[in-house]
């Protein structure tokens, strides 16, 4: 029976702000979500060195395993989830994609980038193949399946910030589901699909916990909370990063969760890697290391 490999690129546990996947399945590489970003502002405050050196690392990491991949899926717009650059429109050559309807579920600004990775950079003419990931299925041989659910919100229902696509990739009674940006899930909507989905592995961005009160209504961070600990209940392996490991106390957090599931990791964990919270960290790292104080002003 053909193994399947999962290996997580970047991720917020490791000091960037990604979700970049490698799925490795009967024969198949799909990277998902091979995008790669940073916050220009965290507590008045640019990116430290340590945060940009990093970046660099992770976006070369990304670039070389692509080079090989079979299969890009992309669930939503976000810079942090797709390579969006003019020069590195190349990694998209004669690669088959699976991308979030550029034309439907979906708000103004992703609409825009959509048009623009697919027109402007040429993406549409160089890829191998298109299809919308949208509520579709894709059957690949040796018993791979992909299917990707129905728009689900970026957080809470009616977010501003537009829908995702989930993703899950059925192999080897494997069952391998990538929910970006789901934030919890704090939508009921996205909690039924995953549970209903069954993964053995889940990949998942927490709730934004660090913007409680602020940006997001401390209720509905409390809603993706209950919601990532009913999911401890059924999965296997939960990795909840993202948004969730931009908060100090987001060790805590899983720590709560292991209560639930042993097996809930960081993305940073399951690779076997120290975590390094270093957007959350960055005062501390401009206070260690203040010697830019000009871009630091």
């Known amino acids: 029976m053909t193994e399947v490999r999962v290996r997580i690129l970047a991720a917020d546990s490791m000091g960037v702000r990604s979700m970049a996947t490698i799925v490795e399945a009967g024969g198949v590489k799909i990277a998902i979500d091979p ?17 940009l050196e990093r970046l660099e690392e992770k976006k070369e990491l990304i670039y070389r395993e692509l080079m090989d991949t079979d299969i890009i899926v992309i669930t939503h717009y976000h810079y942090d989830h797709y390579l969006y650059h003019d020069d590195e429109a190349e990694y998209y050559k004669n690669k088959i994609l699976l991308i979030k309807d550029p034309r439907h579920s979906i708000n103004v600004s992703q609409r825009i980038r959509a048009h623009r990775l697919l027109k402007k950079m040429g993406v549409e003419n160089i890829a191998k193949d298109i299809h919308i990931l949208d509520n579709n299925v894709y059957e690949i041989d040796k018993g791979l399946v992909i299917r990707g659910s129905p ?28 929910a970006s940006d789901v934030q919890g899930p704090i939508s009921r909507k996205a909690l039924e699909i995953i549970a209903e989905w069954q993964p053995t592995i889940l990949i998942i961005s927490g709730p934004p916990t660090y913007f409680a009160g602020l940006k997001v209504e401390e209720e509905q961070i409390r809603q993706g909370l209950n919601n990532l600990s009913l999911l401890a209940e059924i999965v296997d392996v939960l990795v909840a990063d993202h948004h969730f490991a931009r908060d100090l106390k987001y060790l805590s957090y899983l720590d709560q969760l292991r209560k639930i599931n042993t097996r809930v990791l960081s993305a940073a964990e399951f690779m076997g890697l120290p975590v390094e919270l270093l957007e959350a960290q960055r005062k501390l790292l401009w ?11």
């Open 35 to 51: 995008g790669v970003s940073y916050a220009p502002r965290r507590y008045g405050l640019p990116p430290h060195p340590r945060e």
């Open 151 to 178: 728009p689900v919100p970026h957080g809470p229902d009616g977010s501003k910030l537009g829908y995702i696509a989930m993703v899950l990739i059925e192999c080897c009674g494997e069952r391998i589901v990538h």
């Open 287 to 297: 206070e260690k290391d203040p010697s830019d104080n000009n871009r630091a002003s």
